[in-house]
């Protein structure tokens, strides 16, 4: 519930001054002694997106499988955000911590998910620190309601797997158009925190071929958090796309960096900042897109269908958009 996530997001804020949040993030360029150097060069400019216009309809469709492999049912429905997306940021400073801000939500518009005005409640948190696992242990300690035990076993195992960048997701179920259900009703009271949202319902079988689904299930909150002495070399804008993978959707890890297929920012912690896509690619924005085109009760068994008419209609708006973006550049802009 929205309670929930206020909870979530106020504990982190409260745990950051004893957790490492101080910002480490600067100009490549001029690193100190001691820090970690994320790139910012560039930042401000407009959102830029590669990829392949001319990938074939199979390697898209196997690229999107890959993704989007976790829980696709055809009784269920694809957990993600009804409610206006409100981002709050820290560890990075105020100026660095606004842009990525702002690039979560740029990003989050070109998908079609909704944005909160300024001044919103936050429902989504990105954070750095020098030492996730006195974040997560201080939570597990002083805020032992936020996050079932299996959730922070998986997640210490991320942490212990030495991997980079670790997340969790809030869900609950609703009616059919995503509002929020009436107390005492028969589909309300069920909501999980898991890493990567990773969740599936217990439905009745006795008829499978009942494909109508009666209900939604929303994203209430989400948080990505970031090791900083682990971003060395990573651009901002690389850190902000990954969180919006993580934050918008359900996607599995990145893959191995000899792997072929389509690139994908979920790969920045696998192939490393200069081999990976600069930000999100054609395929992560499809996947996205795909997600927030379906109806808040469509089978998420259908994601691949709505990905690729996803794919296509980017593709045309990429070749499109390159000379009005070079003509007149704003966030909007998503040249090939």
Known sequence: MKTTC??????????LSGAGSEAYAQDRSAPRSGDVSIRTDGVGEPIVVVGDRKLDEDRVREALRDMAKRGRSAREPLGRYHDPLCVTVAGFGDVLGARIAERIAAQARIVGANVAEPGC????????VDKPVVLLDRMGRERPGLLDADSLRRIRAT??????????????????????????NPLSGYEQDSLFNEMMFA????????????????????VVVFDAYKMDGVHLDQLA????????????PGTDPAAEGPRTILDLFH????AAPPGLTLVDLAYLRGIY?????????????????????????????????????DDACIPG
């Open 241 to 252: 796309d990954y969180a919006v993978m993580r934050i918008l959707g359900d996607p599995r």
């Open 6 to 15: 206020v909870f979530l997001v106020a504990a982190i804020a409260a745990l």
């Open 293 to 329: 085109t379906m109806s808040p009760t469509e089978p998420a068994s259908r994601l691949e269908s709505f990905a690729l008419t996803a794919y296509a209609e980017l593709a045309g708006d990429s070749k499109d958009a390159e000379d009005d973006c070079a003509e007149e550049p």
């Open 159 to 184: 942490l212990r797997s030495g991997h980079p960048a670790i997340s969790w997701a809030s869900t609950e179920r609703r009616d059919q158009f995503g509002r929020q259900l009436a107390p005492g």
């Open 203 to 222: 439905r009745d079988n006795r008829f499978p071929s009942q494909l109508n689904v009666d209900f939604s299930i929303a994203r209430s909150g989400a």
């Open 271 to 274: 192939a490393g900042p200069d």
């Open 121 to 128: 409640t936050p429902n989504a948190t990105v954070v750095m």
